[in-house]
Nanobody, 119 residues
Protein backbone atom coordinates (compact mmCIF):
# COMPACT_ATOMS: atom_id res chain seq x y z
CA UNK A 1 0.00 0.00 0.00
CA UNK A 2 1.03 3.54 -0.78
CA UNK A 3 -0.27 6.79 0.68
CA UNK A 4 0.07 10.15 -1.05
CA UNK A 5 -0.61 13.49 0.64
CA UNK A 6 -0.46 16.75 -1.29
CA UNK A 7 0.25 20.21 0.03
CA UNK A 8 1.06 23.66 -1.30
CA UNK A 9 -2.04 24.58 -3.25
CA UNK A 10 -3.66 27.96 -3.00
CA UNK A 11 -4.61 31.07 -4.92
CA UNK A 12 -2.19 33.15 -6.92
CA UNK A 13 -2.42 35.89 -9.53
CA UNK A 14 -1.59 35.23 -13.15
CA UNK A 15 2.16 35.20 -13.69
CA UNK A 16 2.81 33.99 -10.18
CA UNK A 17 4.31 30.76 -8.87
CA UNK A 18 3.35 27.93 -6.58
CA UNK A 19 5.14 24.84 -5.39
CA UNK A 20 3.21 21.67 -4.73
CA UNK A 21 4.55 18.85 -2.62
CA UNK A 22 3.50 15.22 -2.32
CA UNK A 23 4.57 13.20 0.70
CA UNK A 24 4.78 9.50 -0.06
CA UNK A 25 4.50 6.82 2.61
CA UNK A 26 3.95 3.10 2.81
CA UNK A 27 5.66 0.75 0.37
CA UNK A 28 7.55 3.53 -1.38
CA UNK A 29 10.09 1.21 -2.98
CA UNK A 30 7.34 -0.36 -5.08
CA UNK A 31 6.54 2.89 -6.88
CA UNK A 32 7.87 2.96 -10.43
CA UNK A 33 6.48 6.27 -11.59
CA UNK A 34 5.16 9.25 -9.69
CA UNK A 35 3.80 12.60 -10.65
CA UNK A 36 0.89 14.99 -10.95
CA UNK A 37 -2.44 15.11 -12.71
CA UNK A 38 -5.02 17.87 -12.62
CA UNK A 39 -8.75 18.18 -13.11
CA UNK A 40 -10.56 21.38 -13.89
CA UNK A 41 -14.32 21.70 -13.28
CA UNK A 42 -16.29 19.77 -15.88
CA UNK A 43 -13.17 18.31 -17.46
CA UNK A 44 -11.33 15.01 -17.31
CA UNK A 45 -8.28 14.41 -15.20
CA UNK A 46 -5.18 15.07 -17.28
CA UNK A 47 -1.49 14.40 -16.87
CA UNK A 48 0.65 17.33 -15.80
CA UNK A 49 4.06 15.78 -15.19
CA UNK A 50 5.58 12.48 -14.14
CA UNK A 51 9.00 11.18 -13.24
CA UNK A 52 10.20 7.58 -13.25
CA UNK A 53 12.54 5.82 -10.87
CA UNK A 54 15.25 6.35 -13.43
CA UNK A 55 14.65 10.07 -13.47
CA UNK A 56 12.93 10.32 -16.84
CA UNK A 57 10.35 13.08 -16.91
CA UNK A 58 7.24 13.62 -18.98
CA UNK A 59 5.30 16.89 -19.20
CA UNK A 60 2.04 17.95 -20.73
CA UNK A 61 2.68 20.28 -23.65
CA UNK A 62 0.75 23.06 -21.95
CA UNK A 63 3.15 23.18 -18.98
CA UNK A 64 6.51 22.59 -20.66
CA UNK A 65 8.95 25.33 -19.82
CA UNK A 66 6.82 26.54 -16.92
CA UNK A 67 6.50 23.56 -14.58
CA UNK A 68 9.27 21.41 -13.15
CA UNK A 69 8.84 18.09 -11.40
CA UNK A 70 11.44 16.82 -8.96
CA UNK A 71 11.69 13.99 -6.49
CA UNK A 72 13.59 13.75 -3.23
CA UNK A 73 14.06 10.05 -2.65
CA UNK A 74 15.65 10.57 0.74
CA UNK A 75 12.54 12.40 1.97
CA UNK A 76 10.03 10.40 -0.11
CA UNK A 77 8.67 13.60 -1.54
CA UNK A 78 7.79 14.81 -5.01
CA UNK A 79 7.54 18.47 -5.88
CA UNK A 80 5.95 20.40 -8.69
CA UNK A 81 7.32 23.89 -9.18
CA UNK A 82 4.81 25.92 -11.18
CA UNK A 83 5.88 29.23 -12.68
CA UNK A 84 4.19 31.71 -15.00
CA UNK A 85 0.80 30.44 -13.92
CA UNK A 86 -2.25 31.44 -15.91
CA UNK A 87 -6.00 31.04 -15.26
CA UNK A 88 -6.06 27.90 -17.44
CA UNK A 89 -3.92 26.20 -14.80
CA UNK A 90 -6.76 26.45 -12.30
CA UNK A 91 -7.67 22.92 -11.22
CA UNK A 92 -7.47 20.37 -8.47
CA UNK A 93 -4.00 18.85 -8.61
CA UNK A 94 -3.61 15.20 -7.68
CA UNK A 95 -0.47 13.34 -6.78
CA UNK A 96 -0.22 10.03 -8.61
CA UNK A 97 1.88 6.97 -8.02
CA UNK A 98 2.03 3.75 -10.00
CA UNK A 99 3.06 0.32 -8.76
CA UNK A 100 3.71 -2.55 -11.14
CA UNK A 101 1.75 -5.65 -10.17
CA UNK A 102 1.81 -9.11 -11.74
CA UNK A 103 -1.40 -8.26 -13.60
CA UNK A 104 -0.51 -4.74 -14.62
CA UNK A 105 -0.12 -1.32 -13.04
CA UNK A 106 -1.94 -0.18 -9.90
CA UNK A 107 -2.55 3.54 -9.49
CA UNK A 108 -2.58 5.44 -6.22
CA UNK A 109 -3.97 8.95 -5.81
CA UNK A 110 -3.76 11.67 -3.24
CA UNK A 111 -6.80 13.60 -2.07
CA UNK A 112 -6.00 16.59 -4.27
CA UNK A 113 -5.08 20.20 -3.64
CA UNK A 114 -6.79 23.20 -5.21
CA UNK A 115 -4.83 25.63 -7.33
CA UNK A 116 -6.61 28.82 -8.37
CA UNK A 117 -5.04 31.37 -10.67
CA UNK A 118 -6.80 34.70 -10.94
CA UNK A 119 -6.49 37.02 -13.92
Amino acid sequence: QVQLVESGGGEVEAGGSLRLSCAVSGDTRSITIIGWYRQAPGKQRDLVATVTNGGSTNYAESVKGRFTISRDNAKNTVHLQMNSLNPEDTAVYYCYGAVVESWGRRAYWGQGTQVTVSS
